[in-house]
C-alpha cells in the first residue's frame, strides 16, 4: 500500500519557467512532510519541509503548499534551473520524534535549456 | 550546516566476506539515524532505525543478522553487512535528524554503492 504517491513519474520544463511537482497521501495522521533532491548514485538531499500546521512554506526559488483536506502537496520551483534537473522525492512522517518517513516513489524532473 | 556523512562511498567485496558501511552526523548529535536501501528505479526503503546505546529496530522483512547495525556514539552509527551475497548489492543511504531552535531536520548520507561479486 503506497501511502505516498508521486503519480508523474517524469516532468520537462523549460528553464525560466515553473516547475511544480505534486505529491499525495492516504494516511491522514502524517502531520509533516519533506522534500528531497537526489542525483544518480548520490544521497537525497533536504530541499524544504513544511509542518501540517501550515499551508505554506517558501524557501528561495522553492515553495510547498499543503492542502491537507485533499492530503496533497506540492513543490514549485521557480524560475527552474538547469542545475534543478534530477529526482525529486517527497516524504511525509507521522509524529516527528517517531521519523520513520514514507517517501514517495519520486518523479524526474528534466529542466530544458 | 549539518553534514550527515557515510564512507564509503563505493565498495566491492567478495560473495561471502563481510563489509561495513559508517554514517556520521559531522555537527550535531544524532540519538537516532535510518538506514535506508534503494533498489534500481524504486523508492527508498526503510531497513531500520539506529538508537544510540540501544539495539535497533528493523522494518519488516529485513534480516537483523544480515545487516548488523551499531550506534555506539551520538554522532556514529554503522551498518555492516555480513556474508555478503551478489543481491546485496545495493545503494544504501543513512539519514540522522538535527534538532534545532527553529525545528526538525533530517538529512542524508551522500550513500553508499556495495558490489558484491
Known amino acids: 500500500d503506497q501511502q505516498v504517491k508521486q503519480n508523474s513519474p517524469s516532468l520537462s520544463v523549460q528553464e525560466g519557467r515553473i516547475s511544480i511537482l505534486n505529491c499525495d497521501y492516504t494516511?491522514?495522521?502524517?502531520?509533516?512532510f519533506l522534500w528531497y533532491k537526489k542525483y544518480p548514485a548520490e544521497g537525497p538531499t533536504f530541499l524544504i519541509s513544511?509542518?501540517?500546521?501550515?499551508d505554506k512554506n517558501e524557501d528561495g526559488r522553492f515553495t510547498v503548499f499543503l492542502n491537507k483536506s485533499a492530503k496533497h502537496l506540492s513543490l514549485h520551483i521557480v524560475p527552474s534551473q538547469p542545475g534543478d534537473s534530477a529526482v525529486y522525492f517527497c516524504?511525509?512522517?507521522?509524529?516527528?520524534?517517531?521519523?520513520?518517513?514514507?517517501f514517495g516513489t519520486g518523479t524526474r524532473l528534466t529542466i530544458i535549456p | 550546516g549539518a553534514v550527515v556523512s557515510q564512507h564509503p562511498s563505493r565498495v566491492i567485496c567478495k560473495s561471502g566476506t563481510s563489509v561495513k558501511i559508517e554514517c556520521r552526523s559531522l555537527d550535531f548529535q544524532a540519538t537516532t539515524m535510518f538506514w535506508y536501501r534503494q533498489f534500481p528505479k524504486q523508492s527508498l526503503m526503510l531497513m531500520a532505525t539506529?538508537?544510540?546505546?540501544?539495539?535497533?529496530?528493523?522494518e519488516q522483512g529485513v534480516e537483523k543478522d544480515k545487516f548488523l547495525i551499531n550506534h555506539a556514539s551520538l554522532t556514529l552509527s554503522t551498518l555492516t553487512v555480513t556474508s555478503a551475497h551478489p543481491e546485496d548489492s545495493s545503494f544504501y543511504i543513512c539519514s540522522a535528524r538535527e534538532t534545532a531552535y527553529s525545528g526538525n531536520t533530517i538529512y542524508f548520507g551522500e550513500g553508499s554503492w556495495l558490489t558484491v561479486v
Open positions: 516524504a511525509a512522517v507521522s509524529n516527528f520524534g517517531n521519523e520513520k518517513l514514507t
Open positions: 494516511n491522514s495522521m502524517f502531520d509533516y
Open positions: 539506529s538508537n544510540e546505546g540501544s539495539k535497533a529496530t528493523y
Open positions: 513544511i509542518s501540517s500546521i501550515k
